[in-house]
């Protein structure tokens, strides 16, 4: 069993994997789409755009939220999970897009976890959050967040630093965690 399913590993990245799983439940994909993520592994194909699909996304996923400690799971989220995804609810104020609760979930774990580093530091919520979300691709400017926090620019760019080191280190140790167990199951070349 192992041997077979290593030999139909359906994605030569753990970056692939990842990055369909936490995208496949929303829709976004279609199967054109999915072929070129994998990065053309398998142009036959093992039917990723149905019920196959949401098998493989659910178990990547599994193996994601089976990571210990609870953060690194959380980190995978925030890297590869999308901010905001279509909304459909035609309010007149409506953007057209909404957060993606999920993303929002990791990136408030992550922020609470990051305080450790910031131990000596003025505490602050809020710019610890807009720190936290501007490493996982959020394109607010530094500038922006101390402004947002009301902070001097000194104090944000300090912060930043040790959360930046923070979340590289985290992040590394996540994507290193995630990986045999992506390898072990087949998903994974
Ligand atoms: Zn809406």
Redesign the pocket.
């Known amino acids: 069993m192992q041997v077979e399913t290593q030999e139909m590993a359906l994605f030569r990245s753990t970056r692939a994997a990842l990055a369909f799983a936490f995208n496949f439940t929303h829709g976004q994909y279609k199967p054109s789409a999915m072929a070129t993520m994998m990065g053309g592994a398998r142009p036959e194909g093992r039917g990723l755009g149905g019920l196959d699909g949401a098998g493989t996304a659910g178990l990547i996923r599994a193996k994601v939220d089976a990571l210990e400690p609870r953060n690194r799971g959380q980190i995978l989220i925030a890297r590869f999970a999308v901010q905001a995804l279509p ?5 007149a104020c ?3 897009f ?1 957060a993606n609760a999920e993303w929002l979930k990791a990136i408030a774990e992550i922020s609470a976890a990051a305080r450790t580093v910031l131990a000596g530091c003025q505490d602050n919520f809020r710019l610890r959050s807009v720190l936290v979300r501007r490493y996982f691709g959020d394109q607010k400017s530094l500038v922006d967040a101390a402004c947002a926090a009301a902070v001097d620019r000194g104090t944000a760019s300090a912060h930043a630093r040790k959360v930046t080191a923070y979340l590289k280190g985290e992040e590394r140790q996540a994507r290193y965690a995630i990986e045999g167990p992506l390898k072990a199951a087949g998903i994974v070349e």
Do not use: E, P, Q
């Open positions: 909304c459909d609810c035609r309010h409506c953007s057209g909404r």
